[in-house]
């Protein structure tokens, strides 16, 4: 009988830290550097696809998206994620990891640059051209939660599983940072070299032709990490956890990781099943993994609601604090400079710092301190801003509004945003861990859409004169805010949940060890 864990495992749960493990957090990561790039980009640019498509022949104000067409542009890739997080975590447990890991990536390049490229002149055609194709942009993006999160697990370590996933995940903060980055960039030099007028002074000259190709060429930008990225994809071996535990070929595994880590594994026996692993849908996985299937799964779900409303309608929480200048006051491509300026420096302040203590932090206090302490601060925050919000109106309390703000995402970030991310990869069985961290991200899309549209409208001020055209009266921005507070307090609850998986082998957390006394191993 196999009492013992097959020695490949073995080998990867104690091997030291190494070149290739640095190589896997850096091919792995630029998949999550495009991911954040291509979702959080379109937030720099709706507010000029309004202006350029939906400003009247002789315009009183700047033209802005139609309720609808705002939300379905900010939405199409978030439900496409949705779905490919799905679809692609379920493949990687039939498939492999990297049969399917080449396939995401060829998804985000072609998409991104269909994009951005949007067929016709009329607003109908250009708005279903992005969505349709940021849907499907959004699919491979979603396909490379689950992939990137298991084959980081498998390779890494007990010790420092958690930093490597970590890390993998970080990249998303960089991603955020380089769509500011390229927003200020792109925005800065056609701004330069059209000399444009804010809108009170000339409508027309606040707008000029050229401002057409600023937000396509923002959106077409995130193709290029990831096809840096393909080859060497296409290089990784699978992981050995797949080919031992669920392809059965423990020697291919020894093989394939000899190759790759400075690691010595001796050439094993073959291992043979004899009774069929219990499944999904199984009363015995119920029993032993239902209720963290159920935790992860929530505690994503409710992360997102606020994560998502707040990266996303960052412009709208600036302009409501006058952080932003009236959009009378700027120029078409000058707005998209200041909301790329105001989202680069909140990348800068909260979100980028929050990953990296994670990063540093996540394999000394562990998943649960950092993700309950995460929730609360993202909690305490929220309602430092909401309830004394008219003191924040004030202009010359806007820093202490914006370091407040930052605290937030850096507490998402150094919490459960990282968090929710990571743990699905550790503590599900490996024929079903891709399947299940497809689960528990989609759940959290399922957050992230509920949370971007019903902040888009919930967020209108209760006073119609002040509405932005076309959407309803709202409850007004805080009230929102106290709301996303109420649901960081929710997550606190469903984290205990959860189980902490620090310092343990993906074996032990899954109970796979106990699983081989019902397997022969043969020569």
């Not at 190709?213 to 096809?227: E, K």
């Not at 299937?293 to 709208?316: E, I, P, R």
């Not at 959290?444 to 076309?470: N, Q, V």
Request: glycine fraction near 10%.
């Amino acid at each position: 009988m196999a009492t013992e864990k097959i020695g490949v495992l073995k080998a990867l749960d104690s091997a030291k830290v190494q070149l290739y493990h640095f190589t896997a957090i850096v091919i792995t990561g630029m998949g999550f550097f495009t991911d954040a790039y291509d979702i959080f980009c379109i937030s720099i640019v709706t507010k000029l696809l309004g202006r350029i498509y939906y400003t009247a022949a002789n315009p009183s104000a700047p033209g802005t998206l139609p309720p609808g067409v705002n939300s379905a542009v900010t939405a199409a890739t978030l439900c496409g994620t949705f779905a490919g997080q799905l679809f692609f975590g379920w493949l990687g447990d039939k498939l492999g990891r990297k049969r399917v890991y080449g396939v995401t990536l060829l998804l985000m390049v072609f998409c991104s640059i269909a994009s951005g490229l949007s067929f016709g002149k009329e607003p109908a055609g250009v708005i279903a051209t992005i969505c349709f194709f940021r849907f499907w942009l959004g699919f491979g993006i979603g396909g490379d939660y689950p992939l990137s999160a298991t084959i980081m697990s498998e390779y890494a370590n007990k010790r420092t599983r958690g930093g490597f996933i970590a890390a993998v995940f970080a990249m998303q903060g960089i991603g955020i940072l380089f769509g500011g980055i390229v927003g200020l960039t792109v925005a800065g030099a056609f701004n330069d070299k059209y000399k444009t007028v804010k809108f009170s002074t000339d409508p027309i000259k606040s707008l000029p032709p050229q401002a057409d190709y600023v937000w396509r060429i923002i959106l077409m930008v995130g193709a290029i990490p990831a096809a840096l990225t393909y080859y060497w994809r296409m290089k990784m071996p699978e992981t050995a956890r797949y080919t031992a535990l669920v392809a059965r070929n423990a020697k291919q595994a020894a093989a394939d990781m000899s190759m790759v880590l400075q690691v010595e594994v001796q050439p094993e026996m073959e291992v043979e099943t004899t009774h069929d692993s219990y499944g999904l849908f199984s009363m015995e996985f119920a029993k032993r993994h239902g209720l963290h299937l159920l935790g992860t799964a929530v505690c994503w779900f409710l992360v997102d609601v606020g994560y998502y409303s707040q990266n996303l309608f960052q412009k709208n929480i600036f302009s409501a604090i006058n952080w932003l200048p009236a959009a009378k006051n700027m120029s078409a491509i000058e707005e998209v400079y200041m909301i790329a300026r105001a989202q680069t420096l909140i990348a800068l302040c909260g979100t980028v710092p929050g990953y990296w203590f994670t990063v540093a932090f996540i394999d000394h206090i562990g998943r649960f301190a950092i993700q309950l302490m995460g929730f609360f601060f993202m909690s305490v925050f929220m309602f430092g801003i909401a309830i004394p919000y008219k003191h924040w109106l004030l202009s010359q309390n806007r820093i202490g509004f914006v370091v407040l703000y930052a605290f937030t995402f850096f507490f998402a970030n150094f919490g459960p945003n990282t968090t929710t991310f990571i743990v699905p990869a550790e503590i599900f069985p490996a024929r079903l861990r891709s399947t299940c961290h497809g689960i528990s991200a989609a759940t959290g899309k399922i957050g992230a859409i509920a949370g971007s549209l019903g902040f888009a409208y919930a967020s209108e001020d209760p006073d119609p004169t002040k509405d932005d055209k076309g959407y309803p009266r709202g409850i007004g921005i805080r009230k929102t805010l106290l709301i996303l507070a109420g649901v960081n307090l929710a997550g606190v609850l469903f984290t205990f949940l959860v189980p902490e998986s620090k310092g343990k082998s993906l074996e032990e957390l899954t109970g796979e060890n106990e699983e081989e006394m019902g397997e022969t191993i043969t020569a």
